[in-house]
C-alpha cells in the first residue's frame, strides 16, 4: 500500500517562507505532486515532480528525493491568501493518487 | 478550465436508499476519478476510470459502484447508502501528464 507522513498544522507571518515536509511510502512510485485547497473549495493543482531536484513556480517551488523517499513545499512571501490546506500526493506506476491527510496552514500578520 | 461538473452539489438521503453522482467532462480527458474527504483528512480515492467502461477500484471501494458508458460522464452509486457514507465527494480528471483538475464537489448526508 501508500502511506504519505505530512504535518498537520504550520503556522508562519505574512511575508516569511516556509517549508512544509512529506515522506511516502510507495510501490511503484511515479511522482510527487501538491494541492491546496481552501476551506469549502476543491483542491486545487501547484506542482508536480518526476524527477530529483527543485520545480519552481513563482512564490511556490517543490523538491523530491526519490531515494529518501522525501519531498517538500516551500512558499516564499508568505500572503494572507495562502491560508490553506496543502496535500502532497504521490502517484503510481499504475495512474492512481494517494493524498496525505493535509498540513493547515496559517498566516498571520 | 476542465469543464467539470457534478450533480447533485448537496444531497440528504436516508440510510438504505440508492444514491448516484454524475461527474461530467467537457474535453474528452481519458482519466477520471472519483474521491471522498472527511474533516481532517486528505482525498481518499473510490474508483478511478481510464477510459469507456474500463474502471478499477481504489483504496475505498467497498459500497460503491461506478459506471462509464460514455467519455464525458462517469457515475458513482451508492447502491444502499449508510451513514458512514456521509462526506464531501470530488470528481476529478487528469490534465496532462499528472495534473488532476478537480470538480466543485457534492456534499452528501445519509441520515
New interface residues.
Partial sequence: ?QS?EQPSEVTAVEGAIVQINCTYQTSGFY?L?W?QQHDGG????LS?N?LDGLEETGRFSSFLSRSDSYGYLLLQELQMKDSASY?C?V?TN?????????TTLTVKP | DAGITQSPRHKVTETGTPVTLRCHQTENHRYMYWYRQDPGHGLRLIHYSYGVKDTDKGEVSDGYSVSRSKTEDFLLTLESATSSQTSVYFCAIRQGDNEQFFGPGTRLTVL
Avoid: I, M
Fill in positions: 500500500g504519505l511522482g505532486s494541492y476543491a483542491p486545487t493543482f508536480y518526476g496535500f500526493a502517484r499504475a495512474g492512481k493518487s494517494t493524498f496525505g491527510d493535509g
